[in-house]
Structures are given as structure tokens and as C-alpha cells.
């Protein structure tokens, strides 16, 4: 096991394809007479987002964005985990998984790298700084190869463990993540307690469920209504892809516009952009992201965790399965933010929870300083 140097290059060819392939795209029609993204997303976005895909976008650029930072490649059992490695600038920087989920990429981290790898020189305090390690999840863009066998979240917590004791050397380490890598922490924290410093998440990976409340408290009525709503309304994606992966799979692998249209449509969703997907994220960003699904041709395996989930059961247990320090930062526009009351009853030992002003689900990439700023201070008390 041995990590090879590794720089994202897209052949030429397959930027040409794409550019035929959104040249030539065939889109359905609206619905009339309802919300232009009540039905899913919006046709006059989507024909402005193929638009300046075809005609705008600089992959080459967001490709060098990510190649400034390194990274490499390492075979972990019969998979290819693909990840960044950025030492830390400070006295004693401590190492960190920072980890993203779907529809999410290590995209999603460029901002906040610098800004917990050298604090020191972002206006923070130098020994607060974090040695960081980026994987792509299993199965998701370079840490996707064809045929190489799918990853459950407990497949991926050995896989990460594995990569940062044994050929990275870290002893202890700490996880971040949001998402699946919010999922991936908590196993971490559950499976690996004496090598996990403590877990830091901006999504509570809990059942949607409510048995478990017994006597509700008027937040617990209002996350009911919550999660009802969200049951009945956004939940679709999440049936296809933990129950028929591989048919969607199809569709996303032969259509840049209907895989754009499959993702960003979340991004709109789950961000705190009060309906204004740009008020969140520039075009760039998301096609960023949305190529790098493209060009990997990951879509199918990335659906995996929802599948393994779905049939194999939650990946940790649900009664005082992690007991680690954690650390919670619940932004207000998250999907789902359960009360206090409920996420004790996983994670046992809470020492930190921060309700934020502002920010959603891509809490890297919607509030980076923020976000910095409250893993910063989660952890300090663990440093060793």
C-alpha cells in the first residue's frame, strides 16, 4: 500500500464530447400553472445553466484550482481512494478528515482549506491549525474506478482508518463532514474510538423517523412538522437511488443536462439561498462539481451508500452508538435539524452545538469562515 502523486487531467476528448453532447440536447417541457421548480428544476435554469456550460465554462480552470492543492492515490484493499494532503502551518497541527457526501465533492473544501491549515494567516491563531486529509468518498469521482467493488459507510470508515493510521502514519486524527461524511464520521467515531479524537458534524445522522421522541416539547412538535413535510415532499431522490441506482444510473451517465439537472436541483434545495440558487453559488461552483461527476462518470456509484443503507440498515447504532467528543454546528437552512433531546440519545457525548446564523447543507461552501471557525473551536480542547 503505497500512495501514488496524483493531478486531476481530463483528456481533451472528453471536454469535446460534452460540448457535442450539451450542443445537442433535447429537453421536455413545464408543466403550466405551477411554480417553475415546484414539479423539479426549473427549464428556463436549466436551459440557461447548459448554456453557459457549453458556452462559458473553464473546466481547465477549475481543474487547476484543484491541482494547486495535493493530492494522491492509494489502493486500499480492491479500491482506489483518491485524496488531498495538506500539511498544517502551526506548532503542533493536528490531523483531520474532512469529509463531503453526495451531491458534494472535495470541491466543496477549496475555500476552507487554507483557512484551517494556516489559521495564522487568515487573521487566526496558528496553533489552531489542522493537518488535512480530503478523500473522495469510495465510488466518487477519482476515487472512482469501473468495476472496482461499491462502499458502504461502514466499508468507507475502514477504508479512511486505514488510510490515515496505516499509511499516513496518524496515530489519533479527528473527522469532519456533512452528508454521507457526516454518516462516515459517526462510524468512525462508533467503530474507532481509540483512534478517533473526536467528530465534528453540520448534519445529524439520524433516522427520519420520531419514535424515539415519547413526550414532545413544542421543538419537538415543530421538527415533527419538519420532517413530515420532508417526507412527504423531497425524499423521491433518496427512494430511486437507495432502490434502483443502477436504472437512474443510465439516464445521468448519457445526459450531462439531465445529470446537471439531478443535482443542482439539491444544491437550490438544501441551501440557505431562499430560492435563488445564485444567491448561494456562482455557475462555476456548481459546474464544478457537476463536472466532475461527469467526467469521472461516477453518478451510479455514487448512489451506492443510499442502496446499502436502505437494505443493510443504519450504519451505527442508534442507542448510545457514539460516544467520542462531538461537535455539532446546525445551520438554519440544513435539511433536517433534529432537537438536542433526540441526537444525545446516538451521540452521548455533545461538548459542543451551535445554532449558526446563517448557511445550509454545503456549509463549506456556503460559510467557509464560519464553518472554520466552530471546527477550530470543537477541537481545541482535544488537541494533544
Known sequence: MTSRPYKLQVAQSQIDDLHRRLQTVRLPDEPIGIDPWESGTSLTWIRRLTAYW????????????????????????????????????????????????????????LDIIPLLSDPGSHGGDPSDAFTLVIPSLPGFGPSFVPGQPRCSIERMADCFTTLMCNELGYAHFGAQGGDWGA??????????????????????????????????????????????????????????????????????????????????????????????????????????????????NCAGASFWPYFARHNHGWPFPLEAGVGVPTGYAEFPAEIIRPPRSLAEKTFTRITRWTSMPRGGHFAALEQPQALAREVQAFFRPLRQ
Open 54 to 109: 457549453r458556452d462559458s465554462f473553464d473546466w481547465r480552470a477549475q481543474e487547476a484550482r484543484l491541482n494547486s492543492w495535493p493530492q494522491y492515490t492509494v489502493d486500499i484493499g480492491p479500491n482506489t481512494i483518491h485524496y488531498l494532503h495538506v500539511h498544517g502551518y502551526g506548532p503542533n497541527p493536528m490531523p483531520l478528515l474532512l469529509l463531503h457526501g453526495w451531491p458534494g465533492s472535495v470541491f466543496e473544501f
Open 183 to 296: 454518516s462516515v464520521a459517526a462510524r468512525l467515531g462508533h467503530a474507532y474510538p481509540e483512534q478517533v479524537t473526536g467528530i465534528h458534524l453540520n448534519l445529524l445522522p439520524l433516522p427520519r423517523s420520531t419514535d424515539a421522541i415519547e413526550t414532545p416539547t413544542q421543538q419537538d412538535k415543530d421538527y415533527i412538522s419538519t420532517l413530515e413535510r420532508w417526507l412527504y415532499a423531497e425524499t423521491g431522490y433518496s427512494l430511486i437511488q437507495g432502490t434502483r441506482p443502477q436504472t437512474l444510473a443510465y439516464a445521468l451517465a448519457d445526459s450531462p443536462t439531465g445529470l446537471a439537472a439531478w443535482i443542482t436541483e439539491k444544491f437550490r434545495a438544501w441551501s440557505d439561498c431562499g430560492g435563488d440558487i445564485e444567491r448561494s453559488f456562482t455557475l462555476d461552483t456548481l459546474l464544478a462539481d457537476v463536472s466532475l461527476y461527469w467526467f469521472t
